[in-house]
């Protein structure tokens, strides 16, 4: 009985640690896929960033916002000068 | 008894010696592997443990003087297939082939170009052939919209991998300014021409990598061993370009170009006080999104003729003839000479531009009929060495050292070798040559109170660590200031009472010289081309100096009637910008 307990005491710590192993083991290797998909979709919404940039860029050229200001007909600002003590005065129309 | 006891020693020797042999061998043989053989295993263990990733440095932006992306990184879609479960039938694949090719399947049928459709029928049949492939492109360069449409079809066959790529939002405004990045004969990213050619050091980055331990399907492996060296990014470049202005001076650039039905034109605007380029446009221009296309049409088109074409700029050198006198107290602007007819040099007839002649005029008055035979008068006062000295001091004859790639120098020869009639037609800018930013600065010298200022377009190369500054950069003292004030009211007097007063500006007052150049081709100058220029500035403000140059224009081979309304247009736009009032009363 003696015997059998002594050695039940020195197997069950060694399963302990084969299952530890096994677990910690699957729980790193399940992380590091995680980590694996975070980064690609991190990569993914770096590239949609990027391309996003692109498109704010084009939206925010000059010829762009004239020729879309030209199409909802708008009209060019008219500043007129006025003169007071030979200096000119601006005033926007 | 004692047989069977030999017997079974002799067998117990021969299973000792079999597995003492075997055991030698596995030992040999572990030997071989982990000793002998120990850095072809390992270096194969540990291509199997690690990975290793190329980490890309990104090349640095440009941005304009507002910090606004004129060159941005981003990316398009190469579109591949896996043949092995991809439809063989081409109808089913129909769909696919529209969204992929849809600027051609928008046009009608008898519009499409049947050859270029077939062919790529014929890229598709080629790449599902192979059926024990997983993998095979089918288009290149696709971009985000069309990714997205095709992902919506939702086919399981298809996928995308993504490739960096240069991008220029504006894509024709700036072209010659920026340039373009391509492949060179190693298949490395390079910049070509413009700040991308000249920059390409700076905006090329350090690559770096990721070491990783990674498990069998190649995720990282936690705790496992990891060296990350990370890319140093390339170095981002602040422009000294205006936006507003170079849109606005494009625009009319365009215009002008169509309506006098010139080959080309260019815009160039400076600051004087800092030699900050504000401006630098060019018509026709190319896009260099897609530079490839224009290549093959025509290479020269991405020669930037600010900086790289030379011209002979005729009359707007007497501006700089005028200075020299002037600084040299040879001449006042009241000086009177007699122009009553051709003169000869070295034998050769000079004669005015219209064949007039005004008798007895003032300096000022050679400036405003734009007379040949007065400017001639002037250099032959001055010398050939000061007329050479002074027209080096101005920029000509040497690199400016503008931050470009591709600057021409122009040439004068030695006045050395000069005849009399090499000095007095270099007096009216014909014999010699000059890019028309070394026009620009001379002139940008003159409203500069006579000091010649480096031309610079980069203001600052912003790194993630550190930024350096490009300051402004005195070259040299030219001309006195008093020469400076007096050339201001004289060039203001050439405009207003000169050949361009028909289409001189109701509002501001203008400072400039027309100079309608002779283009020499084959050692004549042809009869009904030339190129036309105007060069100027707003004297009340002197706040910007502009070049405008179109290179023969069909419309009329005058400057006055071409240039000049194209730079009148372009000024008053620009000084609405700037919130500059009038300073002309009528």
């Not at chain 2, 086919?155 to 993504?162: E, H, N, Q, R």
């Amino acid at each position: 009985m003696k015997n059998k307990i002594l050695f039940l005491l020195a197997i069950i710590p060694g399963l302990a640690m084969v299952v530890l192993q096994a677990f910690v083991a699957n729980t790193m290797v399940i992380d590091g896929k995680k980590i694996s998909e975070i980064e690609e979709k991190s990569s993914k919404i770096e590239i949609e960033n990027k391309n996003l940039e692109l498109d704010i860029a084009k939206l925010g050229t000059i010829s762009y916002i004239s020729k879309k200001a030209e199409d909802f007909g708008m009209q060019p600002a008219k500043i007129s000068y006025v003169t007071q003590d030979n200096k000119g005065l601006a005033s926007r129309q | 008894m004692k047989n069977v006891s030999y017997v079974c020693n002799y067998r117990v020797r021969v299973i000792f010696i079999v597995i003492t042999l075997s055991y030698l061998l596995i030992i040999g043989k572990l030997f071989n592997t982990q000793v002998i053989q120990n850095k072809y295993w390992m270096a194969l263990a540990k291509a199997q443990h690690y990975g290793q990733n190329t980490l890309p440095a990104e090349r640095g932006e440009i941005l304009s003087s507002d910090n606004f992306p004129l060159v941005l990184n981003s990316y398009k879609y190469d579109l591949f297939i896996d043949p092995s479960n991809s439809p063989k039938n081409f109808s089913d694949i129909e769909d696919l082939f529209k969204i992929v090719y849809k600027s051609e399947f928008d046009k009608s049928i008898s519009k499409r170009d049947i050859t270029f459709i077939k062919n790529k029928e014929e890229v598709w049949k080629a790449a599902v052939l192979d059926k024990s492939k997983k993998f095979a492109y089918f288009e290149k360069g696709i971009n985000k919209d069309t990714k997205t449409k095709i992902q919506n079809l939702n086919l399981p066959w298809v996928g995308f991998t993504s490739i960096p790529i240069r991008s220029y939002p504006d894509s024709e405004s700036y072209s010659h300014i920026l340039g373009f990045v391509g492949k060179d004969s190693n298949g490395t990213e390079t910049g070509y021409f413009g700040l991308e050619g000249f920059y390409n050091g700076d905006l090329t980055g350090v690559d770096g990598y990721l070491v990783q331990e990674e498990s069998a399907n190649g995720s990282p492996i936690l705790f496992g061993q990891y060296n990350n060296v990370k890319p140093i990014n390339g170095g981002s470049l602040l422009l000294t370009i205006d936006r507003t202005m170079q849109t606005t001076s494009f625009t009319a650039l365009k215009k002008s170009v169509e309506k006098y039905e010139a080959d080309s034109g260019i815009v160039l605007i400076v600051n004087s006080k800092t030699g900050e380029i504000l401006t630098m446009a060019q018509y026709p221009t190319f896009d260099p999104n897609n530079y490839n296309d224009y290549y093959s049409e025509d290479p020269t088109i991405f020669i930037n003729k600010s900086i790289s074409s030379t011209y002979e700029p005729g009359s707007v050198i007497k501006a700089l003839t005028m200075s020299s006198a002037i600084d040299l107290n040879i001449v006042t602007p009241e000086t009177i000479m007699v122009d009553d007819g051709p003169v000869e040099y070295s034998g050769y007839l000079v004669d005015n531009w219209d064949l007039k002649h005004h008798g007895t005029i003032t300096m000022t008055q050679i400036l405003q009929l734009s007379d040949n035979i007065g400017a001639a008068w002037v250099g032959n006062q001055v010398g050939d060495t000061g007329v050479y000295k002074y027209f080096t001091q101005f920029g000509m004859n040497s690199k400016l050292k503008i931050d470009l790639e591709g600057e021409e120098m122009g040439k004068i020869r030695d006045s050395s070798q000069w005849q009399d009639i090499d000095l007095a037609t270099a007096s009216f800018g014909q014999g010699i040559s000059a890019t028309p930013l070394q026009v620009l600065m001379a002139f940008s010298t003159i409203a500069n109170d006579g000091i010649l200022m480096k031309p610079y377009i980069v203001k600052k190369i912003i790194y993630s660590d550190k930024t350096i500054n490009n300051d402004p950069q005195q070259i040299r003292r030219v001309i006195s200031e008093k020469t400076s004030k007096t050339m201001l009211k004289m060039l203001t007097e050439a405009v207003s009472g000169g050949e361009a007063k028909y289409f001189v500006s109701k509002k501001y007052y203008v400072a400039g010289k027309t100079g309608t150049a002779q283009i020499a081709e084959n050692g004549e100058y042809l009869k009904d081309a030339t190129n036309a220029t105007f060069v100027g500035f707003l004297p009340s403000f002197k706040e910007f100096v502009m070049l405008v140059k179109l290179e023969k224009p069909k419309a009329s081979v005058y400057a006055s009637e071409t240039a000049v309304p194209l730079w009148m247009d372009i000024a008053e736009k620009l000084a609405n910008y700037m919130g500059l009032p009038p300073d002309k009363y009528e």
